[in-house]
């Protein structure tokens, strides 16, 4: 951590002190104080920590300095989390609404008694807080005013929203002539399913002067997608975009550039125990560089690029996908990561629907989407009969629809193959929509809930072992339901349904439909660690939904996948051979 962030944490731990009953004053100015003193420190606070040079500065006694170090040792402090646990929520709440301090909100909380913004919302228009003392209508209307704003703008975002946004940020800001390098970092690097906040990190030469990053900053926060400036400076500017999201901008020198790109891309899980294997190594880590310990001090290793600090901990390079903590620290250690899956290894598409049931383009026009684009194949997913909400196919219709797919592959002959295949409803009690001798005429077979989300966990998984377990399903859709920042995905053991999958040869896709990006990348890589074959679907209702496969590569890289690991990499002929082994495997 830098020591703004240590000292945020500081401030937010007098600020949480003074949410606390019978709070002590004296201990809360001690805490202001110290994070004043932190953020005047001449140098990196890691160094500053390990060195000892912290004791005898004016505002840190000896327990504010061990919470410190606890800050750069672990990335967190024990004390600022007892304190967020023992708060009630509404006051943590409370605090996201601007120009709403402390005092107030313990005003708020003993009078009102209010336990959700809601109620403090309907308190608010029943006129009850302007009657507190201290408060006033002006309050109570700019306590309106801040709930609003958090309504629209608090929260995360899809991934393809927040990558727009950034885009257009960063294509503005590469146009300036002060520009060395430019590079989004943060969650977004890493292609987080949702994103909280955009992090933009730009470098300038070593020798450019203060008029220069002015020059940028002045660019930066002038952008028309800017709605408010919160924060800026030469080094670093903070803006909330018309969208409601937030972002910042870091400018250094070059061949500071690695060291900051790296530590903003994150994840704080990952940088944890990679400042730990630099320890063990007589190293540090931070955004300012990397540097060995010698016996005149610390001294900086140059580095390029985020390779070459890798390289210098012994390292393979790690691909931002995987920074999450989940092995990879140790796996680039022991030169074992995987070469990760990309959009260009993708042969075809399965999961994808027409107008014979709620798609917006016929099945000629998807084939010949899916031939512009280079695909071998398309796998025909239409829905089945149950699904009336979609227009799903009757069996006769069913049949037809092969018919015309018939006629489609040999007009397509050489140039792709349609694959016969339905998105067959999973019925409450885990039977199919379709019976299996109108399943037994399909290359394959996606199996799907799309009702009776809330049944109880237990019954749900049983549901879907049923389904698992009949020897005509190839594939499951979207396993949990999600839809992100709008549902939860329903009660299931995801463990035990891999188990079974893995057991009957079935496969469990990536819905990369960037609303669901279901299985989640943490099922993924457990899947793929058991030998599953994993498709990575588009669930494309038109011919613009094709283009989300790359939304799937980024969940199937953070699981990583390889190109060898993905159903859909695999050539026309040997997936229908997998398909087929399927069958036989269960005996049909």
Not at 540 to 549: F, T, V, Y
Request: charged letters at 25%.
């Amino acid at each position: 951590m830098d020591k703004t962030q240590i000292a945020a944490m500081l401030e937010d731990i007098a600020t949480l002190l003074t949410l606390q009953e019978g709070s002590n004053p004296f201990e809360v100015r001690a805490y202001e104080k110290a994070a004043q003193a932190v953020n005047g420190l001449d140098g990196d606070i890691e160094q500053l920590t390990r060195a000892g040079k912290l004791k005898g500065t004016p505002g840190l006694g000896a327990t504010i300095i061990k919470r410190v170090e606890e800050a750069v040792e672990s990335g967190h402090i024990a004390f600022f989390d007892e304190l967020r646990t023992s708060t009630p929520q509404i006051k943590l709440d409370m605090l996201r609404i601007q120009g709403v301090g402390p005092k107030k909100i313990n005003a708020i909380y003993d009078n009102l008694h209010v336990s959700s913004i809601a109620e403090l919302e309907q308190a608010c228009r029943e006129d009850k807080v302007a009657h507190l003392p201290g408060f006033g209508k002006k309050t109570q209307d700019n306590i309106l005013q801040g709930i609003a704003f958090l309504a629209q703008h608090a929260g995360r975002y899809l991934y393809p929203v927040a990558e727009q946004e950034a885009e257009g940020i960063r294509a503005a800001l590469a146009t300036l002539p002060q520009v060395v390098r430019l590079q989004v970092a943060g969650s977004l690097r890493r292609r987080r399913e949702t994103i909280g906040d955009i992090d933009v990190v730009m470098s300038v030469s070593d020798d450019a002067g203060d008029a220069a990053r002015r020059a940028i900053m002045d660019f930066f926060t002038s952008q028309p997608s800017v709605q408010a400036i919160t924060g800026k400076g030469e080094t670093k500017s903070s803006v909330v975009l018309r969208s409601g999201i937030n972002m910042d901008l870091r400018v250094v020198k070059d061949s500071q550039f690695p060291y900051t790109l790296h530590h903003f891309t994150g994840s704080k899980e990952h940088h944890i125990p990679l400042r730990r294997r630099a320890q063990s190594m007589g190293m540090t880590i931070n955004d300012y560089g990397l540097f060995k310990e010698t016996p005149s001090g610390l001294e900086l290793v140059p580095c390029q690029n985020e390779s070459d600090i890798y390289a210098a901990l012994g390292m393979a390079y790690i691909e931002p996908e995987l920074r999450e903590d989940m092995g990879e620290i140790e796996a680039a250690a022991a030169r074992t990561l995987p070469a990760l899956v990309e959009e260009r290894d993708l042969r075809g598409v399965l999961h994808v629907h027409s107008t014979w049931s709620d798609g917006k383009n016929t099945i000629r026009e998807m084939a010949e989407a899916c031939v512009a684009r280079g695909f071998a194949y398309l796998g025909m997913t239409d829905h089945s009969r149950f699904a009336a909400y979609a227009n799903g196919l009757s069996e006769d219709a069913l049949r037809r629809q092969g018919a015309e797919i018939d006629r489609l592959n040999e007009e397509f002959a050489g140039r792709l193959r349609i694959l016969k295949g339905t998105e067959c409803d999973i019925l409450k009690d885990g039977s199919l929509d379709y019976a299996d001798d109108v399943l037994a005429g399909l290359d394959f077979v996606v199996a799907s809930i799309h009702s009776n989300f809330n049944l109880p966990a237990e019954e749900q998984t049983r549901r879907m072992l049923h389904t698992i377990a009949n020897p005509y399903v190839s594939i499951i859709g979207h396993p949990t339901g999600r839809v992100l920042l709008e549902r939860e995905g329903y009660a299931l053991d995801m463990d035990a349904v891999i188990d079974a999958a893995i057991e009957h040869g079935v496969c469990i896709e990536i819905n990369a439909s960037p609303s669901r990006l279901d299985m989640d990348w943490r099922l993924v890589k457990r899947a793929r660690d058991k030998g599953m074959k994993i498709p990575l679907n588009p669930d494309a209702h038109s011919i613009a939904g094709l283009g989300d496969m790359r939304f799937g590569i980024g969940s199937a890289r953070k699981g990583w996948l390889r190109a060898s690991d993905v159903l859909n990499a695999m050539p026309a002929e040997d997936l229908l051979a997998f398909f087929r082994t399927q069958r036989n495997r269960r005996g049909t």
